[in-house]
């Protein structure tokens, strides 16, 4: 008799050490699930987005002649302020004047800063319309029309620019409006789809799309600037709005906003994701807790960090081509693919943090709000090391490209950090808390592109540039020291609010039992939902 119940207690144990363990996240794990899919059509959205937000960061040097124009102003300036031109006194300088002669426009530094900032003075007005509208209609419709939008915009661009300048400001204005719901949709639609420990893997994986929109606009853009299609510049709108249409076509197809609707979703998904029912999104609540969430800390961590780390990478973003181009003087063909060379180096550390840090949490090496606050610590204090190395370079091109692409990579790591971080504390009102935390960090799409302008304008040196990286690396160094202090993966009381109001209608033994009746109620629901359409 005590040999059997020993061998029953070592049986339940090894049940329950297995069911803790791997077994417990891999049952009914298909190596390719519509949450798969889902992530695919999401990056690619994202590459070809990013490609319509950053088309102006490297079309605007060719548009003005940037860098020929400053290149001319050094030669009568102080050379210890400046790198020496490799044109300067040549006699090719007359060739240069005429690159110069052909730019169609004539806007100074404080121009192009309003310019590169227009568009995210719409996109920082939408994106807690966004967000909302996501929550409510779901990610797929918002996404998907954002990204239609968008592209309507960029192709318009050209027209806009030629017509007036106030014009061009007003169409960037739109183009960064109709993006303001990309990621809070895209938020909603991972908490929905994918369970917490895979969230760094997937969110990872998705967000690189963005910086891999970067490179294929940098590289590619700077290519076609210096051709003849389409009369140069105005090709790289063209190319980017036309590639926003072909993508938005098999997003209504292939991408649904939850299991219950997907007409393609396996059983083995659907029980998959119900694993994590009480960590994924599963209601829609009614009512936003404003003031409960204006009084969370986790959420001012994740606000504080998403400006920080959003300033320095808009500082590089719009500031990037105008270095090389007025400083270091590389040619215009060159300028697109150096300055792409960090981006690239940032998407393939993005992908493999992400990777590593899914492996670490299935196997439990780290924590959930280990991993968020180990990866925002790397990537924030890599990225202040870099800005201020930046600061003592001189002239040495080669050197200042290789540390630019060293900061980029560490900031990779931040991605399994604060952008990941909403879900985590709300996944119902992630929507939400992301348009709200995207709202703080798009505003330094425009205070960072105007501080840039408002120091270099008529003082394009080394040290107005190297005040231009010192300010930045403050700014993160602060904000991701304070997401490291105060930042937590527990789901907050406030996710739960509709919940919170129905118990105080009831028994409070009643109401401790209807957070899981409510949860089986609304998985039974979506079964015979998915049930349905598949008969039909």
């Not at 790198?83 to 052909?102: T, V």
């Not at 620019?161 to 991972?190: E, K, M």
């Not at 925002?376 to 990225?383: H, L, M, N, V």
């Amino acid at each position: 008799m005590a040999v059997k119940k020993i061998a029953i207690t070592l049986q339940s144990n090894e049940k329950l050490h297995f069911e803790n363990g791997r077994n417990q996240f891999d049952e009914g794990k298909e190596w390719w699930g519509c949450r798969h899919t889902i992530a695919v059509m999401s990056f690619i959205g994202l590459v070809v987005s990013y490609a319509m937000r950053v088309n102006l960061s490297i079309a605007i040097v060719a548009m003005v002649g940037t860098g020929v124009k400053n290149a001319t102003r050094f030669i009568q300036r102080n050379q210890s302020e400046v790198c020496p031109a490799p044109y300067a006194q040549s006699p090719e300088l007359n060739d240069q004047e005429q690159i110069r002669a052909n730019a169609e426009f004539d806007w100074d530094e404080e121009t192009q800063g309003l310019l590169l900032g227009a568009f995210f003075w719409g996109y920082s007005t939408t994106n807690l319309l966004g967000g909302l509208a996501a929550e409510r209609f779901g990610g797929r419709l918002a996404f998907g029309w954002s990204l239609i939008l968008s592209s309507v915009f960029c192709v318009l661009s050209p027209i806009c620019a030629r017509l007036s300048t106030v014009l061009f400001i007003a169409i960037r204005l739109l183009t960064g409006a109709a993006q303001g719901g990309l990621f809070p949709s895209l938020v909603v639609l991972i908490s929905t789809w994918v369970s917490p420990k895979e969230r760094s893997k997937f969110t990872s994986f998705i967000y690189a799309g963005s910086n891999l929109g970067t490179v294929v606009a940098m590289s590619g853009g700077g290519w076609l600037c210096s051709s003849n299609l389409f009369g140069g510049w105005p090709s790289i709108f063209y190319a980017s709005g036309v590639l926003g249409f072909a993508c938005g076509i098999p997003w209504f197809v292939l991408v649904h906003d939850r299991h219950s609707t997907h007409p393609r979703v396996s059983q083995k998904e659907i029980d998959y994701i119900a694993q994590e029912k009480d960590s994924v999104r599963q209601q829609m609540v009614n009512s936003v807790p404003w003031r409960d969430i204006a009084k969370s800390l986790p959420f001012w961590a994740i606000a504080i960090a998403s400006f920080g780390n959003n300033f320095g990478f808009h500082t590089l973003l719009s500031g990037l081509p105008l270095y090389f181009s007025n400083i270091l003087f590389f040619d215009l063909k060159e300028n697109g693919v150096l300055s792409a060379l960090p981006y690239l180096g940032l998407t393939v550390v993005i992908i493999f943090w992400g990777t590593l840090m899914d492996i670490c949490t299935h196997k439990n090496v780290f924590s959930i709000g280990t991993v968020r606050k180990l990866s925002a610590a790397i990537g924030g204090y890599g990225q202040v090391v870099g800005l201020i190395s930046m600061y003592f370079l001189g002239c040495d091109a080669f050197l200042a490209l290789c540390i630019l692409c060293i900061t980029m990579a560490f900031s990779g790591a931040s991605y399994c950090g604060y952008p990941v971080s909403n879900q985590d504390i709300a996944p119902n009102l992630c929507g939400t808390l992301a348009g709200l935390t995207n709202t703080v960090g798009a505003l330094t799409g425009i205070l960072a592109p105007g501080v840039t302008g408002l120091i270099i304008q008529g003082n394009q040196t080394l040290s107005a540039w190297r005040l231009v990286f010192l300010i930045s690396a403050v700014v993160v160094f602060i904000s991701t020291t304070f997401f490291v202090v105060f930042s937590t993966n527990q789901i907050q009381p406030w996710n739960a609010i509709e919940f919170k109001k129905k118990k105080n209608n009831v028994s409070s033994h009643a109401s401790s039992e209807k957070p899981q009746h409510v949860a089986y109620n609304i998985t039974q629901t979506e079964k015979k939902d998915r049930d349905e359409n598949s008969e039909l």
